[in-house]
Every structure is written in C-alpha cells, then in structure tokens.
C-alpha cells in the first residue's frame, strides 16, 4: 500500500514571515542604539584633543605667564583625520582661556559642540549632535 502523504522537509510560509518579523523587531531595536553608540565613541576624539589643548595651555602659561590665543601658538595640530574643528575663543585672555570643538557627527542640523576652559571644565550644551 502507498502512504498518501509524503513526509515534507523545509519550512512553511508562516514560520518564515514569523523570523522575518522577529529580525525586523531585533533590528529596529539595535540599529538606533548601534547608532548612538557610534556617536558617543566620535565624541571621544573630542574630549581627548580639548583635554591635550588644556595641557598645551597650561604649558604655554607657564613658559610664557599667559595663554596662547591659538591652537598653533601652544603647538596644537589637527591630523587631518580629525571629525571636529578646534579653535581658541574670543573668549582667551592672558589668565583664561575656552578652547572649542565642533562638528556634525551625522549630518543633520544639529552640530555638536564642546568646550573646555582653564577651569578644567569640559561640558557641551544640551542640543549635542548625539542626544
């Protein structure tokens, strides 16, 4: 006697739209925190170079009973690879001084800005690029 029905082997649509639906879920979850993870690892570069430009500073004033009114003047250079822009503010005079960095990490409206004066102070305003 033949069987009537043959055992099948695969999946069936359903089982296959249900994983779709599942990696669909997982991804819309992951991809945004990837991305503000990405951001937040940028905006290390920033902290790092601002916190180098203080020393910079420091090292300046010591030589020189000032601060430089330029990232040249203390020996600052980008690398060319840099995300963020660096640049001493109007704001420098001979005992302070507030260096800046910008840059839009994703290109959208937002620029994300931080600075560090000669209070060791780093901070950036509350509309940063990766918030």
Same mark, same amino acid.
């Given at each position: 006697?033949? #069987?009537? @029905? #043959? #055992?099948?082997?695969?999946?069936?649509?359903?089982?296959?739209? !249900? +994983? +779709?639906?599942?990696?669909?879920?997982?991804?819309? !979850?992951?991809?945004?925190? @990837?991305?503000?993870? *990405? $951001? #937040?690892?940028? *905006?290390?570069?920033?902290?790092?170079?601002?916190?180098?430009?203080?020393?910079? *500073?420091?090292?300046?004033? +010591?030589?020189?009973?000032?601060?430089?009114?330029?990232?040249? !003047?203390?020996?600052?250079?980008?690398?060319?690879?840099?995300?963020?822009?660096? *640049?001493?503010?109007?704001?420098?005079?001979?005992?302070?001084?507030?260096?800046?960095?910008?840059?839009?990490?994703?290109?959208?409206?937002? +620029?994300?800005?931080?600075?560090?004066?000669?209070?060791?102070?780093?901070?950036?305003?509350?509309?940063?690029? $990766?918030?």
């Amino acid at each position: 006697m033949k #069987k009537l @029905f #043959k #055992k099948s082997s695969g999946f069936t649509l359903i089982e296959l739209m !249900i +994983v +779709v639906a599942i990696i669909g879920i997982l991804a819309a !979850i992951a991809i945004p925190n @990837f991305m503000d993870y *990405q $951001c #937040k690892a940028k *905006q290390t570069e920033a902290k790092t170079n601002l916190g180098n430009i203080r020393t910079l *500073q420091e090292t300046y004033f +010591v030589e020189n009973d000032r601060y430089g009114s330029t990232t040249t !003047i203390i020996g600052f250079s980008n690398d060319g690879n840099s995300r963020y822009a660096y *640049q001493m503010n109007a704001a420098t005079t001979a005992t302070n001084f507030l260096a800046s960095a910008t840059a839009n990490l994703d290109r959208d409206a937002l +620029v994300d800005t931080w600075w560090m004066n000669h209070l060791n102070s780093l901070s950036a305003p509350n509309s940063n690029d $990766c918030q």
